[in-house]
């Protein structure tokens, strides 16, 4: 079980959990490829794909087991699976998919990722109202405000998305009360 063993809370052990993982990965020739403890995201064409998970799920023979409950795939809407093992995978339209909690496309699942930053903003500054203002600006600065729209940034296309001006209004209407200053576009 991943809440037990190697996964939790022993560096030394966490290595050698990391390094039998990252065996299996150098193995495969998939284009794509990313595995950090016990998640994996494989990419690339659909014909050689269930070639990839076969190949880890050999990991079985080091104590490694796949939890396919978990498996997604991602995959341009009609594509159909021919291989048993990919049918099982949950499938996730290509507009939809995300990774690492980041959308990969423009589009609903995006608007609705920032709409929900915006509400966490909301919220939070709602809730910042109850401690001192240096406290509040610090935690805005450091914690609910540049993070969470870094990772959004860095991760998705977000370029002229319409809650960017949504989010930049709260921010600084929760900033000028905060600090009680007056702030323009260029602050």
């Keep these: ?15 050698c ?3 039998t993982l990252s065996t ?19 990419g690339g064409f659909l014909n050689v794909f269930a070639r ?30 021919s291989d048993s093992t990919l049918q099982s995978f949950l499938q996730i339209p290509e507009p ?19 709409s929900q930053r915006c509400n966490d903003l909301a919220r939070a500054v709602d809730r910042l109202k109850s401690i001192s203002l240096q406290d509040a600006l ?7 405000s540049a993070p969470r729209v870094q990772h959004l940034f860095c991760c998705s296309p977000t370029t002229n998305n319409a809650a960017l001006q949504t989010f930049d209004k709260h921010l600084r209407v929760d ?3 905060i600090t009680n200053s007056d702030l323009i576009d260029i602050q």
Excluded at 101 to 112: E, I, K, Q, W, Y
Excluded at 139 to 144: G, I, Q, T, V
């Design 1 to 15: 079980m991943s809440q037990e063993g190697t996964q939790q809370r022993r560096t030394r052990l966490v290595n």
């Design 17 to 19: 959990y990391s390094a």
């Design 24 to 42: 299996l990965l150098m193995v495969l020739d998939s284009v794509f490829r990313l595995g950090y403890m016990d998640d994996v995201t494989l």
């Design 52 to 81: 990839y998970v076969h190949a880890i799920d050999v990991g079985h023979e080091m104590g490694l087991d796949l939890n396919v409950s978990k498996y997604e795939l991602i995959s341009h809407p009609g594509c159909v699976e």
């Design 96 to 114: 939809d998919a995300e990774l690492v909690r980041a959308p990969l496309f423009s589009g609903n699942v995006l608007d609705t990722v920032w």
């Design 138 to 144: 610090i935690l805005l600065r450091a914690s609910f």
């Design 175 to 177: 900033v000028t009360s």
